[in-house]
């Protein structure tokens, strides 16, 4: 896996290499955090208020979840390059998942969709950390990120335009690996025992387009599997961290 350094990132490397006092020890660090944002997923929230138009076109009293946010923790290790100026590898992981359902008995109708969408991130930070003002941390990232989507629809006795009543299952699944770039503001705190904590704010940017993938539909009778794109689907969003980790105490 190769990852190609952003601009920014390199920027802020070759300010950190200047600025550097010629004696500064190196000094190791790790942090370790949860947090969520929002995705915009707007196809996909089309896709979906499409779905409750037409049954709710149709009698039906359908109201269904939009994309909305993911949640999820990741983690950074590296060193100190100075006490003010850090570099490291870091990894995160965020899920999102909705399930959408119609469910009636008079009429019978059956309508339920999961939704799964995950993305995973390798690579690496740097950050210049401001002690005299409350600990006000300033970063960049870039990594290469792997998303998955995953989607499990079944409909019975539903009767609109696209959908006549009878049995349908349909899943499928995709995945699209691209490099994803993000910057972020916090505070970062280390006490006299080494013991960090912070929060941090960011924007991240994972627009994966067109994701290729495969599918699966049974009618009740036979298996059909097919391949194709997923709408395009963007991970990039707004989020917010709450953190903990250590610094050696130098």
């Known amino acids: 896996m190769s990852i190609r ?4 990132l ?3 490397l070759l300010v950190c290499a200047l600025t550097a006092p010629a004696a500064a020890r190196v000094s190791p660090f790790v942090r370790l955090d ?9 196809d996909v929230d089309k896709s979906i208020t499409a779905n409750q138009t037409e049954l709710q ?42 399930s959408n359902q119609l469910l ?39 990594a290469q990120g792997r998303a ?7 409909t019975e006795g539903l009767i609109t335009e696209h959908l006549d009543g009878s049995m349908l299952d349909v899943s499928m699944t995709a995945k699209r690996t691209k490099p994803t770039y993000g910057a972020f503001i916090g505070i970062d ?13 960011g924007f991240q940017y994972r627009d994966m387009g067109h994701m290729p993938g495969s599918s699966s539909t049974f009618n009740g ?21 709450v953190g903990v980790g250590f610094d050696r105490v130098r």
């Open 5 to 8: 350094c952003h601009p920014a």
């Open 10 to 12: 390199v920027s802020l």
């Open 34 to 42: 949860f947090g969520g944002g929002d995705l915009r997923m707007t």
């Open 57 to 98: 076109a149709a009698g039906y009293p359908a109201r269904f979840q939009k994309a909305g946010s993911a949640y999820g923790p990741s983690a950074a290790a590296g060193v100190w390059l100075t006490p003010a100026v850090r570099v490291g590898a870091t990894y995160s992981y965020q899920k999102a998942r909705h």
């Open 104 to 142: 009636s008995t008079d009429p019978a109708i059956y309508y339920v969709q999961n939704l799964d969408m995950r993305m995973s991130e390798v690579g690496v930070e740097a950050a210049v950390r401001f002690d005299r003002l409350q600990g006000l941390i300033l970063g960049v990232n870039v």
């Open 148 to 154: 998955e989507a995953s989607e499990d629809r079944s």
């Open 189 to 201: 705190q280390t006490n006299v025992d080494g013991v960090a904590g912070y929060i941090r704010a």
């Open 221 to 241: 009778v036979t298996t059909t599997p097919g391949t194709g794109d997923t709408v395009w689907m963007d991970f990039s969003g707004f989020y917010l961290k």
